[in-house]
Protein backbone atom coordinates (compact mmCIF):
# COMPACT_ATOMS: atom_id res chain seq x y z
CA UNK A 1 0.00 0.00 0.00
CA UNK A 2 0.74 3.47 -0.18
CA UNK A 3 1.46 5.99 2.32
CA UNK A 4 -1.97 7.53 1.04
CA UNK A 5 -3.97 4.65 1.33
CA UNK A 6 -2.37 3.54 4.72
CA UNK A 7 -3.32 7.10 5.89
CA UNK A 8 -7.05 6.55 4.06
CA UNK A 9 -7.78 3.55 5.88
CA UNK A 10 -6.15 4.53 9.21
CA UNK A 11 -8.33 7.61 9.14
CA UNK A 12 -11.33 5.42 8.06
CA UNK A 13 -10.79 3.71 11.19
CA UNK A 14 -9.76 6.57 13.91
CA UNK A 15 -10.45 9.51 12.03
CA UNK A 16 -11.05 11.67 14.94
CA UNK A 17 -8.23 10.64 16.97
CA UNK A 18 -5.81 11.45 14.38
CA UNK A 19 -4.05 14.54 15.27
CA UNK A 20 -2.11 15.43 11.78
CA UNK A 21 -1.19 13.14 9.10
CA UNK A 22 1.66 13.66 6.53
CA UNK A 23 1.42 11.86 3.53
CA UNK A 24 4.01 13.55 1.32
CA UNK A 25 6.82 13.82 3.93
CA UNK A 26 10.10 11.77 3.60
CA UNK A 27 8.94 9.91 6.77
CA UNK A 28 5.01 9.26 6.07
CA UNK A 29 3.35 9.54 9.34
CA UNK A 30 -0.30 10.52 11.85
CA UNK A 31 0.28 11.53 14.93
CA UNK A 32 -2.21 10.28 17.58
CA UNK A 33 -2.54 11.05 21.46
CA UNK A 34 -0.93 8.61 23.58
CA UNK A 35 -4.55 7.47 25.02
CA UNK A 36 -5.60 6.24 21.38
CA UNK A 37 -2.52 4.79 20.46
CA UNK A 38 -2.90 1.11 22.43
CA UNK A 39 -6.05 0.42 19.30
CA UNK A 40 -4.39 2.12 16.96
CA UNK A 41 -1.56 -0.10 17.30
CA UNK A 42 -3.67 -2.89 17.28
CA UNK A 43 -5.24 -2.14 14.07
CA UNK A 44 -1.73 -1.76 12.43
CA UNK A 45 -0.74 -4.84 13.24
CA UNK A 46 -3.84 -7.02 12.86
CA UNK A 47 -5.49 -5.36 10.20
CA UNK A 48 -4.77 -8.01 6.97
CA UNK A 49 -4.31 -4.57 4.49
CA UNK A 50 -1.56 -3.13 6.51
CA UNK A 51 -0.63 -6.11 8.79
CA UNK A 52 2.72 -4.25 10.24
CA UNK A 53 4.51 -7.24 12.36
CA UNK A 54 8.05 -5.48 12.86
CA UNK A 55 8.85 -2.69 15.31
CA UNK A 56 12.00 -1.42 13.26
CA UNK A 57 12.54 1.56 15.42
CA UNK A 58 11.36 3.16 18.37
CA UNK A 59 12.76 6.76 19.50
CA UNK A 60 11.63 9.63 21.70
CA UNK A 61 11.32 12.92 21.26
CA UNK A 62 11.40 15.78 23.71
CA UNK A 63 9.14 19.22 22.63
CA UNK A 64 10.20 20.94 25.33
CA UNK A 65 8.87 23.94 24.05
CA UNK A 66 5.75 22.39 23.64
CA UNK A 67 5.84 20.57 26.79
CA UNK A 68 5.40 17.57 25.47
CA UNK A 69 7.56 14.17 24.89
CA UNK A 70 6.91 12.15 21.12
CA UNK A 71 7.48 8.33 21.13
CA UNK A 72 8.16 7.23 16.85
CA UNK A 73 7.03 3.94 15.77
CA UNK A 74 8.83 2.87 12.47
CA UNK A 75 6.90 -0.22 11.21
CA UNK A 76 7.53 -2.70 8.65
CA UNK A 77 5.11 -5.36 7.05
CA UNK A 78 7.07 -8.10 6.05
CA UNK A 79 4.41 -9.77 3.64
CA UNK A 80 2.92 -6.85 1.76
CA UNK A 81 6.38 -4.84 1.88
CA UNK A 82 5.46 -1.06 3.12
CA UNK A 83 6.27 0.72 5.74
CA UNK A 84 5.00 3.65 8.08
CA UNK A 85 5.11 5.63 11.21
CA UNK A 86 3.15 6.77 14.02
CA UNK A 87 4.02 9.55 16.27
CA UNK A 88 2.57 9.69 19.95
CA UNK A 89 2.36 12.40 21.98
CA UNK A 90 2.21 12.90 25.42
CA UNK A 91 2.41 15.57 28.20
CA UNK A 92 6.11 15.88 29.66
CA UNK A 93 4.66 16.45 32.88
CA UNK A 94 2.96 13.02 32.96
CA UNK A 95 4.48 10.98 30.15
CA UNK A 96 2.17 7.94 29.92
CA UNK A 97 2.10 5.97 26.94
CA UNK A 98 0.69 2.28 26.43
CA UNK A 99 3.20 -0.60 25.92
CA UNK A 100 3.13 -2.31 22.78
CA UNK A 101 5.68 -5.42 23.72
CA UNK A 102 2.84 -7.18 23.78
CA UNK A 103 2.19 -6.71 19.68
CA UNK A 104 5.98 -6.40 18.73
CA UNK A 105 8.49 -8.63 20.62
CA UNK A 106 11.12 -5.76 19.88
CA UNK A 107 9.10 -2.76 21.65
CA UNK A 108 10.12 -4.70 24.96
CA UNK A 109 14.01 -2.95 25.12
CA UNK A 110 12.94 -0.14 23.10
CA UNK A 111 10.51 0.99 25.46
CA UNK A 112 13.14 0.31 28.17
CA UNK A 113 15.36 2.53 26.65
CA UNK A 114 12.85 5.28 25.97
CA UNK A 115 11.98 5.14 29.68
CA UNK A 116 15.53 5.19 30.65
CA UNK A 117 16.87 8.36 28.78
CA UNK A 118 13.30 10.48 28.16
CA UNK A 119 11.00 9.13 31.49
CA UNK A 120 8.03 8.13 29.26
CA UNK A 121 6.40 5.57 31.04
CA UNK A 122 4.74 2.43 29.07
CA UNK A 123 2.30 1.27 30.98
CA UNK A 124 1.43 -2.60 30.87
CA UNK A 125 5.25 -3.29 30.12
CA UNK A 126 6.57 -6.39 31.51
CA UNK A 127 9.28 -5.30 32.69
CA UNK A 128 10.10 -1.43 33.04
CA UNK A 129 13.46 -0.58 34.76
CA UNK A 130 16.41 1.11 33.71
CA UNK A 131 18.19 -0.51 30.80
CA UNK A 132 21.19 1.77 30.42
CA UNK A 133 22.18 3.70 33.43
CA UNK A 134 21.98 2.87 37.29
CA UNK A 135 19.00 2.77 38.86
CA UNK A 136 19.74 5.53 41.46
CA UNK A 137 20.22 7.41 38.17
CA UNK A 138 18.46 10.80 38.44
CA UNK A 139 16.62 12.53 35.17
CA UNK A 140 16.16 11.59 32.22
CA UNK A 141 19.25 12.62 29.89
CA UNK A 142 17.90 12.84 26.56
CA UNK A 143 15.43 15.63 27.46
CA UNK A 144 16.21 18.90 26.34
CA UNK A 145 16.24 20.73 29.59
CA UNK A 146 18.42 17.90 31.41
CA UNK A 147 21.45 19.30 33.33
CA UNK A 148 24.51 16.84 33.26
CA UNK A 149 25.86 15.79 36.93
CA UNK A 150 29.25 17.11 37.68
CA UNK A 151 29.53 13.72 39.46
CA UNK A 152 28.00 10.20 40.30
CA UNK A 153 28.89 8.94 43.43
CA UNK A 154 32.36 10.75 43.98
CA UNK A 155 33.20 9.76 39.73
CA UNK A 156 33.72 13.32 37.82
CA UNK A 157 30.87 14.05 35.07
CA UNK A 158 33.06 15.68 32.56
CA UNK A 159 36.51 16.88 32.36
CA UNK A 160 36.60 21.15 31.55
CA UNK A 161 39.76 22.56 29.65
CA UNK A 162 40.65 25.81 30.03
CA UNK A 163 39.77 26.95 25.77
CA UNK A 164 43.70 28.12 25.86
CA UNK A 165 44.78 24.69 27.14
CA UNK A 166 45.90 22.34 24.77
CA UNK A 167 46.37 18.80 25.79
CA UNK A 168 50.17 17.75 25.43
CA UNK A 169 49.22 14.27 23.08
CA UNK A 170 51.89 11.83 22.88
CA UNK A 171 53.70 11.43 19.73
CA UNK A 172 54.55 8.65 17.28
Known amino acids: MTALQIIEKIQGRFGGSILAAFVEDKHPRVHVASADWGALARFLHDDPELRFDWLANLSGIDYVADGMLCVVYDLWSFDLRHSFAVKVF ?83
Open 90 to 172: CPRDDAHVPSVAHIWRAADWHEREAFDLFGIAFDGHPDLRRLLLAEDWEGFPLRKDYVFPREYHGIPGSVELDWQQKPDYPKG
